[in-house]
């Protein structure tokens, strides 16, 4: 081989050889981009979180928040799929999904440490093993327009059982077995019906409740089984509603801020409903999660949370930063006292029974 040939091939060695090891060095000692944190919320709420936490994770802690948006079940599908490489770091789940995962051993348990603000949300928002925590909740009661009742000689409802007054002839709406509110209904009718409405987790009660039901649509008083709580807010708005069972931000959100002359009660009992906020166990990023939910329980953010969802906050050092205004809609939704009524379900013991119940309201109610 000519020496020239060599030359040329040994230069080509080195100069492959420097290539090789600056490329070595560059992939070790390059900045690192951003961590990840993969965040999945219930529809409607990717904006708040955008606007206001995910600026903050980035400057603050260089994690880069992916945030998606999927329905309870769903969320749990996907990591009940793959638990051990989740897709989310932080799941929203309502609270039959979040019992179902949480017997799967699907959420990993939280640290006070390492989310302070954990501290300031009241222990009945918080899983007794701190699988996950609320933070905000919602409860409900009658949704109601007043000039149609008093035209027709009703006055405004107080108790559940007003839905049962004759006058009312078909201008009352309930859930449809569809949504998970027809449950809450349910639930509410059993416990209002028991003399200790915490004991009401027994069949016998809960079947009265449902013939109550049945009494209601047999006396011909609910003209609609509505589905989203949208259908039911338009035939109010429309007149052909005047009462119903629906949650009180729903009411004060979609018809009262807008003008319309509608009004809520809570009644002798109410459930207790919020979505859980956890960290899924097969999280790589268990550090970062902690942090992004320390934020979702942070006072002001909870203050803006309220504006965009209406729901009551579980941090109550919020309200410092609610306007007058706000206040005013906030205590008609959420009264003093309120939280005396409030029940919080045995959802281990509605996952067991609701399959018989839906299929004797399909049968005997909706039919």
Request: negative net charge; hydrophobic residues 45%.
């Amino acid at each position: 081989m000519k020496t020239s040939t060599i030359l040329i091939v040994g230069a080509v060695v080195v100069i492959i050889a420097i290539a090789s090891v600056a490329a070595y060095w560059f992939m070790f000692l390059a900045e690192p981009g951003p961590r990840k944190l993969y965040v999945q919320v219930q529809p409607g709420q990717t904006a708040v979180v955008e606007q206001y936490i995910v600026p903050l994770m980035l400057e603050k802690h260089d994690c880069e928040v992916v945030v998606a948006e999927a329905i309870s079940n769903e969320a749990l599908s996907k990591v009940m799929a793959a638990p051990d490489d989740p897709p989310y770091d932080v799941i929203r789940v309502d609270a039959y999904p979040f019992v179902q995962g949480k017997n799967a051993d699907l959420w990993a348990t939280l640290n006070q440490s390492e989310a302070p603000n954990i501290n300031e949300i009241p222990t009945w928002l918080q899983d007794a093993d701190m699988k996950g925590i609320g933070m905000s909740w919602y409860t409900m009661g009658i949704g109601y327009m007043p000039e149609l009742l008093e035209a027709n000689g009703i006055p405004p409802p107080d108790s559940w059982w007003d839905l049962w007054d004759p006058a009312l002839n078909g201008k009352a709406t309930i859930q449809s077995i569809s949504s998970t509110w027809s449950v809450f209904f349910m639930i509410e009718i059993a416990c209002a019906l028991a003399d200790d409405p915490e004991a009401y987790a027994n069949e016998t009660l809960m079947m009265a409740g449902l013939e109550k039901i049945k009494e209601l649509r047999d006396i011909g008083n609910i003209g609609v089984f509505h589905g989203a709580s949208s259908e039911m807010l338009a035939l109010m708005e429309a007149g052909e509603v005047w009462a119903g069972h629906q949650a009180a931000y729903r009411i004060v959100g979609g018809l009262v801020e807008k003008g319309v002359n509608a009004s809520w009660v809570p009644c002798e009992t109410g459930l207790l409903g919020f979505t859980y906020t956890c960290i899924t166990e097969g999280s790589n990023n268990k550090d970062m999660a902690h942090k992004f939910i320390n934020y979702l329980l942070d006072a002001e953010f909870l203050a803006e949370w309220h504006r965009k969802t209406r729901q009551a906050v579980g941090n109550e050092k919020a309200l410092a930063y609610l306007t007058p205004n706000e206040l005013e809609s906030y205590d008609i939704m959420y009264p003093e006292g309120i939280d005396e009524i409030l029940i919080s379900p045995d959802w281990e013991y509605v996952a067991e029974h609701q399959p018989d119940w839906t299929e004797w309201w399909n049968a005997n109610i909706e039919i």
